[in-house]
């Protein structure tokens, strides 16, 4: 591999992460169900899916989620290939390679023999299969969740369930400058590249790596400062208003009602 | 190290979030004493900065890249309570948006990564810098070895969060729940992944980033605005650590001893015989403390016990090490006034 490949790789890490936000907000101006929820609503429901995710012991109620999860993703318009895309790849072959050893390192009963020695153990393929299914599950919740509710909203809704305004402004303001500082460290490596002909070693590569995160750095203190002023001539005193346009509607009170009943029907199944 | 949603019991997640909290409304409270209303947008800035420092890819020898978190860097520029608050949101936004660590698993990493790393990683570096100048070599080292240690402290966290899934939560045929390895298992794979590559690389990023600061912008690192606040923090640690002590005989649930610390018995049980050396050697040096139990005490009360004996003797021997170092520090320092013309 050439050395100067981890400008390329740099720059396809920053463009693929601008791309997730861009994608995200898009899908989430989409007019699917779940995006014509209030957030308030999904803010409790799905979350709410992911506690009975970590409570539930056995397969069922983890199949049953998935299948929900898939459903609702389609009925919100979110494409089956982004969504599998996203859900099947990154994240859950990470897990699976952890829980591989699992089916052969957990003690229990046999379930696969060799030669008269046991290879798997029934215990290890459960354990191993609840983990993949449960960090599959969240995680389709969770994009759910993103998918369908912009930022804003979704702040919006925290705000509405007390939580701090402090943190609030904090989770909204880092939005939208991670957004400008991918777009400055993306420019600065696309720069680099473009002025580089010959080849650098590592440890120069490492160098300039460094340079440039300490530069990124710096500009984001003066930006700091720049913004705050921005902040105090356009009248701010500590205090963050927004425009909040969140309702009920009959509609979610429909989707309370059926996530409620699910939810409830889960737990029963879990614990009976 | 982030820990995905399905890992951990909703009970350890549950705990993790009522741990973290208290660290999140001290930060918050002491941030904002120093910045007033520059709060928001000063830690909106430094959380997106910090969300940017954990995607750079790091080239490493052999053409592979790495990631660094950058904890400590941050805790060194601006204080140990506002990294608590900006890795904390940055954990956030990568949960929610990018699916990057859970939900229900955000308290265990904001603890692991966001209050213990930077954490530890910063006050190494203040112990090993002293009262030395802000463009010596010696707080360069301080920063490296402080971000690499953060990181293992981090780590070897997330190992023992992991490794305590199989032991408590399991099914009646022993099927465990969650993360399925125990802690001789998790802690070492942990650690060892640490300790060779991460550590390195957080503690080269760190170095490197460091150095430029030095050189450029030394005015961000002589910075002392938010440094002063850490305040009362030795109170918080030290409850910290007393809940910990307790905590201990949880070891007592583990069925085995910790990896590769057999005892000359257990390695009887393992190999079938003791290595005549570990044999001769084993009598050499009797704990007063054998087994961390105290004679005449149950099981629990002498691990509790034991725990606080250890503690304290750490951290007198910290405490040693820090005025050592420091009363060294002074010494060089008178000599090297000269230095600071060059600054």
């Not at chain 1, 696309?190 to 440039?212: I, P």
């Not at chain 1, 984001?220 to 701010?236: D, I, K, N, P, T």
């Not at chain 2, 307790?246 to 018995?265: D, H, I, K, N, Q």
């Amino acid at each position: 591999m050439r050395e100067g490949d981890f400008l390329t790789r740099n720059i396809a890490g920053f463009t693929l992460a601008l791309e997730h936000i861009v994608l995200t907000e898009d899908l989430s101006h989409a007019a699917g169900l779940l995006q014509g929820l209030d957030a308030r609503v999904k803010v409790l429901t799905l979350p709410l899916f992911i506690v009975i995710v970590g409570l539930a012991r056995d397969f069922p109620v983890l199949i049953a989620v998935f299948i929900m999860a898939l459903a609702l993703a389609l009925l919100s318009k979110v494409p089956a290939a982004v969504f599998l895309k996203r859900l099947l790849i990154f994240i859950p072959i990470f897990t699976a390679v952890i829980a591989i050893p699992a089916l052969f390192i957990t003690p229990g009963d046999p379930l696969v023999t060799a030669s008269g020695r046991t290879v798997i153990t029934v215990q290890g393929a459960r354990s191993a299969g609840l983990l993949v299914m449960r960090v599959v599950d969240s995680l389709s919740l969770g994009l759910l969740l993103i998918f369908t509710t912009p930022w804003n909203k979704l702040l919006a809704a925290l705000r509405w369930f007390h939580l701090p305004s402090i943190v609030i402004d904090i989770l909204g303001m880092t939005y939208r400058y991670i957004f400008l500082l991918l777009h400055t460290a993306n420019s600065m490596f696309l720069s680099r590249q473009s002025r580089t002909v010959g080849r650098f070693t590592g440890a120069e590569n490492r160098r300039w790596l460094g340079r440039a995160v300490a530069t990124v750095m710096v500009k984001s203190q003066y930006l700091s400062e720049e913004v705050y002023l921005a902040m105090l001539s356009r009248g701010y005193q500590g205090e963050i208003y927004t425009l909040s346009s969140l309702a009920l509607r009959r509609r979610d009170f429909i989707w309370i009602a059926f996530a409620l009943a699910a939810a409830a029907f889960m737990i029963w199944s879990i614990y009976q | 190290m982030h820990i995905p949603d399905g890992y951990l019991s909703p009970a350890t997640c549950g705990t993790m979030y009522v741990v973290t909290a208290p660290f999140w409304v001290i930060a918050v409270k002491r941030v904002r004493k120093i910045l007033n209303h520059r709060t928001v947008p000063a830690l909106a800035l430094l959380a997106a900065f910090t969300f940017i420092l954990m995607m750079f890819n790091v080239p490493l020898p052999g053409g592979t890249t790495g990631h660094a978190v950058g904890g400590t860097m941050v805790a060194i520029v601006l204080g140990p309570w506002a990294a608590v608050l900006s890795v904390s949101v940055v954990l956030a936004i990568q949960a929610i948006l990018f699916g990057d660590g859970g939900l229900t698993t955000l308290g265990a990493n904001c603890f692991n990564m966001a209050v213990v790393l930077p954490m530890v990683g910063y006050y190494i570096y203040k112990v090993i810098s002293g009262n030395s100048e802000i463009d010596s070599k010696r707080r360069l080292v301080g920063a490296a070895v402080g971000s690499y240690f953060g990181l293992l402290a981090g780590a070897l966290l997330t190992g023992l969060e992991l490794g305590i899934q199989p032991l408590l939560f399991h099914a009646a045929d022993g099927t465990p729940l969650y993360a399925p390895y125990a802690l001789n298992i998790a802690i070492p794979v942990m650690a060892i992944g640490h300790l060779a590559i991460a550590g390195p690389v957080e503690a080269i990023v760190t170095g490197l980033v460091f150095l430029y600061l030095q050189r450029s912008h030394s005015t961000l690192l002589s910075r002392q605005a938010v440094q002063r606040s850490e305040g009362k923090l030795w109170l918080i640690w030290s409850g910290a650590l007393v809940l910990l002590a307790f905590a201990t005989p949880l070891g007592l649930l583990a069925a085995g001893t910790a990896w590769a610390e057999w005892g000359a018995e257990e390695l009887q049980e393992l190999l079938g015989y003791i290595p005549r050396g570990l044999q001769s050697m084993s009598d050499i040096w009797h704990a007063p403390l054998p087994d961390y139990t105290i004679p005449g005490t149950g099981d629990v009360a002498g691990y509790i016990i034991s725990a606080v004996i250890g503690i304290i003797a750490v951290g007198f021997l910290l405490w040693l090490l820090g005025r050592w170092i420091s009363r060294k520090g002074s010494v060089k320092q008178g000599s090297s006034t000269s230095g600071v013309s060059k600054a």
